[in-house]
């Protein structure tokens, strides 16, 4: 069975960093799998999970959305079986859960994602 767990999430202020972290367990092959960070805005309506960047299995290769260009990095440790999220300059408008998914081919939509965690909690102050 797969689990995939995130954390890091919390309470900062505008301007601070933090860095997600997230595990994926039962996977034998995780240095096969694209991964991806998406946030959703809870209760806001029509919000989809929104990505925010994305890694390819080897590493070398990223996405992010054009609101966190030079902001955030995406990393991965395949000897870990985790991937980071390092978050600079977070502003109120990161404020989200913040998913992590597996992906087979990779991709910058939800559906492309067969394996999710529960998410962790941003949220960031003005």
């Known amino acids: 069975q797969v689990q995939v767990e995130e954390s890091g999430g919390g309470l900062v202020q505008a301007g601070d960093s933090v860095m997600l972290s997230c595990v994926v367990s039962?996977?034998?092959?995780?240095?096969?799998?694209?991964m991806g960070w998406f946030r959703q805005v809870p209760g806001k309506e029509g919000e989809v999970r929104e990505c925010?960047?994305?890694?390819?299995?080897?590493?070398?290769?990223?996405y992010y959305t054009d609101s966190v260009k030079g902001r955030f990095t995406i990393s991965r440790d395949n000897a870990k079986n985790t991937v980071y999220l390092q978050m600079n300059n977070l502003q109120p408008e990161d404020t989200a859960v913040y998913y992590c998914?597996?992906?087979?081919?990779?991709?910058?939509?939800?559906?492309?994602?067969?394996?999710w965690g529960r998410g962790t909690q941003v949220t960031v102050s003005s």
């Open positions: 925010v960047a994305t890694i390819n299995y080897s590493g070398d290769t990223t």
């Open positions: 039962g996977r034998r092959t995780f240095d096969k799998y694209a």
């Open positions: 998914g597996v992906s087979r081919l990779g991709g910058d939509t939800a559906e492309d994602y067969v394996d």
